[in-house]
């Protein structure tokens, strides 16, 4: 009998996965799909109590069906989100577990095609239950439930399942924390990171932490928010067990946002009181190809910008019939008469003093009440005698002007960035502006859609700063409009939105920029469609 219960709990170990539905294919001819609802039950209970409730069962299917539902326990397995079922053996557990509190109909369920069953179901906590979480699930299965003599029964049956997550009422603690903070590798080309964080709980009965990553560029300034476990009823850790969380984050690939990274976790959790825990950790972005290459770039255009400045000098100085040899430069107008035969040149010391005599001998020239065609012939004749001293002004100039833009864009706030969420094996991608959509929408009150909308209506950000987009949709949603998407053209940095409609729309987007109380109006004539496009620009953030 237990050689054939453990064969039993492998098969059913393979089917499930942690906090989310279980939807697992027939193995044969025939497939079917299942659905149920709700997918977790959550609820808090005392000793003695009783609670009833049903679930929905739905046959998308075009032919008949046979349910029959079942009662397992449930436990966590591994640290990657995935649980284990477990059949109950009440010989050993004695009352104890969950799924022994769980009553559900014994005989078979029919559901037509197309149709929905609803299955009552009933939790009885007896008096001597343990405090704390107790964790079980309701399998809805095509085969009826096996005793153990029929392995192959469960093998080709299909399941759905609906967990239960009961927390009863006495000496509850609740203690966890972050074990693990730290992202995949410790430097980076690029800014982005895949950052892994393993949350422990301590105490006795399932807690969901929840929070956000925020994460920092060596100069304190934002450059990326990760939510964790925000509008969901998932995400939960039970007692005395280990979750992985798997996240990933892209930001704005800029030259010079680069240097030592920091990432801040924070979560809190807990009902009976909320407790914070909180970890750092540091990456380094470092495009360590592309700064090699261009060091080298500029380190062969310096040696041959300085190589040619001190040909041209010794040129022009051995031209004027005069010897060059190692010393001081001595200018033209404080030298001796034995000194305008030699004339002594030390590496570099020397560059700039023909310069300054030349400038002044080119001024005193204009001064000597010569034309204006002369000044300017002197004036082109000084440029092109110097040229080179003059490429290597610009050059340190435009060094100058690059440092002072790369330290305004590593000062600004962030613009844009990507982040991702693994979810029991499935990533949820959101961008920048989706994160600042859902920040605006948990501090109020989803509106009601707007009756008799004419056109669609979509939302582009071309500021180029996060949040401009989400700003413009929430603002619509407000006054009752829905907005059927909302992205970013990261190409572009304008400062005036622009409201796009159809000719014969006019009415419809004078109220839309009334709305945003921002905007200039452009109409397309040759436009088929019925859709609105609002282009958000930087002035839609100062509304």
């Not at 095609?113 to 979480?133: D, F, K, M, R, S």
């Not at 991608?429 to 056109?455: C, F």
């Amino acid at each position: 009998m237990t050689s054939i219960s453990n064969k039993i709990k492998s098969v059913l170990l393979l089917c499930c996965l942690f906090l989310l539905p279980l939807l697992t294919s027939a193995q044969g001819a025939d497939s079917q799909t299942l659905s149920v609802s709700p997918t977790l039950f959550e609820m808090q209970a005392s000793r003695g109590q009783t609670w009833t409730s049903q679930l929905r069962v739905i046959n998308v299917n075009d032919y008949q069906i046979t349910v029959y539902p079942q009662a397992v326990n449930f436990a966590p397995l591994g640290e990657d989100g995935r649980g284990d079922l477990i059949p109950v053996f009440s010989e050993e557990t004695q009352g104890q577990t969950l799924a022994e509190w769980i009553t559900v109909p014994t005989d078979p369920v029919v559901i037509e095609p197309q149709a929905t069953a609803e299955i009552p179901l009933q939790v009885a906590v007896p008096e001597e239950a343990a405090p704390g979480g107790h964790y079980a699930a309701v399998l809805i299965g095509t085969k009826p439930p096996t005793d153990g003599t029929d392995v192959s029964q469960v093998q080709t049956a299909q399941f759905v399942t609906s967990l239960f997550f009961v927390r009863v009422a006495g000496e509850v603690f609740e203690s966890g924390d972050i074990r693990e903070f730290t992202t995949e590798k410790g430097v980076v080309q690029k800014p982005e990171a895949a950052l892994y964080m393993r949350f422990e709980n301590t105490g006795n009965v399932h807690v969901q932490p929840q929070g956000d990553i925020k994460i920092f560029n060596m100069w304190g300034k934002e450059r990326g928010f990760i939510p964790i476990n925000h509008q969901t009823h998932f995400g939960n850790v039970l007692p005395n067990s280990i979750r992985k969380f798997s996240f990933t984050w892209k930001g704005d690939t800029a030259i010079y946002d680069i240097g030592r990274y920091k990432a801040v976790a924070t979560l809190g959790y807990g009902e009976d009181g909320k407790k914070f825990v909180t970890s750092t950790t540091y990456f380094w972005v470092i495009p360590y190809t592309t700064i090699l290459i261009t060091l080298l770039v500029l380190f062969i255009g310096v040696k041959i910008t300085l190589w040619l400045i001190r040909r041209y000098i010794d040129r022009m100085l051995t031209l004027s019939g005069v010897n060059v040899h190692d010393g001081p430069y001595v200018p033209h107008h404080a030298r001796t008469e034995s000194q305008n035969q030699t004339v002594v040149v030390k590496h570099y010391a020397g560059v700039a003093a023909p310069v300054r005599a030349s400038a002044r001998e080119m001024i005193d020239s204009w001064r000597g009440g010569i034309g204006i065609r002369q000044k300017f012939s002197a004036l082109a004749g000084f440029l092109f005698r110097y040229r080179f001293v003059l490429l290597g002004s610009i050059v340190v100039a435009g060094v100058l002007i690059g440092m002072y833009i790369a330290i305004m864009g590593i000062m600004k706030e962030a613009a844009h960035f990507e982040v991702s969420v693994d979810n029991a094996g499935e990533d949820v991608v959101m961008s920048s502006e989706d994160l600042a959509y859902q920040k605006l929408r948990e501090s109020k009150i989803k509106p009601e859609p707007q009756l008799g909308q004419a056109s669609q209506i979509r939302v582009i950000n071309i500021s180029g700063q996060a949040g401009a987009g989400a700003a413009t949709k929430f603002a619509l949603e407000e006054a009752g409009y829905t907005v059927e998407s909302l992205t970013v053209d990261e190409t572009r940095s304008e400062q005036k939105t622009i409201v796009v409609y159809p000719q014969g729309q006019d009415d419809e987007a004078l109220t839309l920029r009334n709305i945003l109380k921002v905007g200039l109006l452009s109409s397309q004539a040759d436009s088929t469609e019925k859709t609105i496009i609002i282009y958000a620009g930087k002035d839609s953030l100062t509304q």
